[in-house]
């Protein structure tokens, strides 16, 4: 018997075992997304909860459960931006009190001796670091973590085609930040 619409086709047991599989997947995207330690713990956890407690909607394809994660880190890492830009930020006058160290060393875009990137140039990482949100998130769903354009666009909730010019694009603009 095929489940219902909206019941999962997987137990809960084999479905955290699926997620949870996924974890060091779902911590790397929300680290490149982000730049930010605090964030890539964060990001991954609140993913966790949001899929565990969706668990009975979830529907198993021949793709996994990767492109599920992914797209809810997704929603969760935007969420997040659009609540940080409706909250009230240091006034003007009051931003010249900053400790000129904190403004001499910003931090690095990536904590490189985490990443498994041993053949992969320092250039390029900042350059990919350097990118966009919007490039840098299609381009390492499709490169990294080796997504097909049809699972980006269910992840990124993106037309094709635009998921399709982004990663031409990112690619264009690596290209010629490397030439």
């Known amino acids: 018997m095929a489940p219902s ?3 999962s086709n997987v137990e809960p047991q084999r479905l955290r075992e699926l997620a949870v599989a996924e974890l060091d997947a779902v911590h790397r995207m929300a680290f490149y997304l ?3 330690h605090d964030d890539a713990a964060d ?7 949001r899929a565990f407690s969706a668990e009975e909607s979830f529907q ?4 996994g459960v990767r492109p599920w994660l992914f797209k809810i880190l997704h929603n969760v890492f935007y969420t997040r931006i659009g609540k940080k830009q409706c ?3 240091l006034a003007e006058g009051l931003q010249h009190h900053a400790v000129p160290s904190e403004l001499d060393n910003p931090p690095p875009c990536w904590d490189l001796a985490s990443l498994d990137w041993e053949q992969v140039d320092e250039c390029l990482k900042e350059a990919v670091c350097d990118l966009p949100t919007h490039y840098r998130e299609v381009l390492l769903l499709w ?3 080796g997504l097909k354009y049809r699972q980006i666009v269910e992840v990124l909730e993106t037309p094709l085609g635009t998921v399709m010019s982004r990663l031409c694009r990112a690619r264009a603009i690596l290209s010629s930040k490397l030439a």
Not at 43 to 49: A, C, G, I, K, N
């Open 143 to 145: 490169a990294v973590e």
């Open 5 to 7: 619409k909206g019941q």
């Open 87 to 89: 909250e009230p930020s």
């Open 43 to 49: 990001l991954p956890q609140e993913t966790f909860l």
């Open 60 to 63: 198993l394809r021949s793709h």
């Open 34 to 36: 982000s730049k930010n």
